[in-house]
DNA sequence: ATCATAAATTTCGATATCGAACAAAATGAG
DNA sequence: CTCATTTTGTTCGATATCGAAATTTATGAT
């Protein structure tokens, strides 16, 4: 937890002067890279419930950094894709983001790095 | 966090049935163990913010699990501890705890065991 | 003794976060 | 086709959680 907690600590902080909180770059960041995505497979990828991806997809809408489209075959699901200002946000504060993960990181020699990769996948997924 | 949210999400889970959140049963099974402490030092030791366990020492109080006492020779700090009853639940529940957590990591070996402790705790310091 | 400063806690305002209950839409068995 | 079931998302109620401002108490310098 102690890990953890330094390591978002520190990606948090770099978000507030945008005033963006973690789940909201997440989001952001994983339709920067992956293109737009359902509420439903947002929950999957950052790992927070549904109930959740309502609320910060409700957050980054009223901020009109993303926007939200029913699905015409299928009325249940919602596309969230990003709007040109939150495309620019997420472009702005990406490059910032990965400098800093990768100094959090640089703790750790690479063979360190491969090896808490190994370790904390076993622990992810039980196997 | 995949690591970080299976395990935390099992502890969570086991709780339950108590009511009792993480931050709630940290607190309890810190002063179970420990004895009685300051709302600062429990902040200390469970990695959240002074501001955070004046919450939940308010739930716990509410629930009658801990008390607050102020220091006669320093005023401005509490001290909690645990009342009987809350006494009775940490005992009740922190062997169940010790066995979810044992069976999770028993998913790695003892000397994987060890090597993520080391990695992590580089990680969690910085050095 | 007095006052500026420091330390411990609380309050405030804002999100996050979850589980459960709900609503709407799709699907599949007969 | 029709109804039960499943899936997707929202709402609700509760707590967590933080940073900043406020409050109370202690301390140290003069």
């Given amino acids: 937890m102690r890990a953890s907690n330094r390591t978002t600590g520190q990606i948090h902080r770099q978000l507030l002067p945008d005033n963006l909180t973690q789940s909201q770059f997440s989001v952001l960041e994983a339709i920067y890279h992956l293109g737009p995505l359902t509420q439903g497979e947002?929950?999957?990828k950052i790992l927070k419930s549904n109930a959740n991806l309502t609320t910060v997809v409700d957050s980054l809408e009223r901020k009109k950094l993303v926007r939200r489209d029913r699905f015409h075959d299928d009325r249940r699901r919602v596309r969230v894709s990003l709007t040109s200002p939150g495309k620019?946000?997420?472009g702005r504060v990406f490059p910032r983001h990965a400098e800093i993960v990768e100094r959090v990181m640089t703790v750790l020699s690479e063979a360190e790095q491969e090896q808490l990769m190994a370790?904390?996948?076993?622990?992810?997924t039980g196997t």
Avoid: S
């Avoid at 370790?119 to 992810?124: S, T």
């Fill in 42 to 44: 947002l929950g999957a």
């Fill in 88 to 90: 620019a946000l997420i």
């Fill in 119 to 124: 370790l904390l996948k076993k622990l992810g």
